[in-house]
T-cell receptor, first 109, second 114 residues
């Protein structure tokens, strides 16, 4: 499947601080999906981006798809303890999603 | 709409035994994927099934196998269990592969091999 590199691997923030995680691919992506997995839980689909330069918002979460469709970012404004978890941006092709290790976000209350 | 269900939720097996895990997808979903999740390797793709056909397989030994039934329910089997097979096994369903079809994950089966 398509390999998507995600950084950082870990991020610890104080509650109220902003947080951003980045995904980069060496090849052009047809689309990119974002998932969140809470500790002890299973991955939950957040959003899918399809168009070049697309920006979508879900409350405090802002998702962007790069103009060249090779990178994406997730920005969380004013983090809360409920944002804790691992965020994934899997690459996909040929009926296979390659998740990688994601970005683990921890929030200090 | 009921979510993806997996049975059993927890399982303890002994090295050398075999195990079968079951996954029932969301009604109407025909694609089922399986993943193995461990702290060291993260979330790794095992295989994907659609209409009873395996369309892709990850880099796992032949001890890992799966199948899908005509009602889209899927099973995966691990034979000759090894300690390293201890993991959370997740299945995910979607309507079809491709743009616009997100995956819905089940709660997983936690397998411990002793």
């Amino acid at each position: 499947g398509q390999q998507v590199m995600q950084i950082p691997q870990y991020q610890h923030v104080q509650e109220g601080e902003d947080f951003t995680t980045y995904c980069n691919s060496s090849t052009t992506l047809s689309n990119i999906q974002w998932y969140k997995q809470r500790p002890g839980g299973h991955p939950v689909f957040l959003i899918q981006l399809v168009k070049s330069g697309e920006v979508k918002k879900q409350k405090r979460l802002t998702f962007q798809f790069g103009e060249a469709k090779k990178n994406s970012s997730l920005h969380i404004t004013a983090t809360q303890t409920t944002d804790v978890g691992t965020y994934f941006c899997p690459g996909g092709s040929n009926y296979k999603l390659t998740f990688g290790k994601g970005t683990l976000l921890t929030v200090n209350p | 709409k009921a979510g993806v269900t997996q049975t059993p939720r927890y399982l303890i097996k002994t090295r050398g035994q075999q195990v079968t895990l079951s996954c029932s997808p969301i009604s109407g979903h025909r694609s089922v994927s399986w993943y193995q999740q461990t702290p060291g390797q993260g979330l790794q793709f095992l295989f994907e099934y659609f209409s009873e056909t395996q369309r892709n397989k990850g880099n796992f030994p032949g001890r890992f196998s799966g199948r899908q039934f005509s009602n889209s329910r899927s099973e995966m089997n691990v034979s000759t269990l090894e300690l390293g097979d201890s993991a959370l096994y997740l299945c995910a369903s979607s309507r079809e592969w491709g743009q616009g079809y997100e995956q819905y994950f089940g709660p997983g089966t936690r397998l411990t091999v002793t």
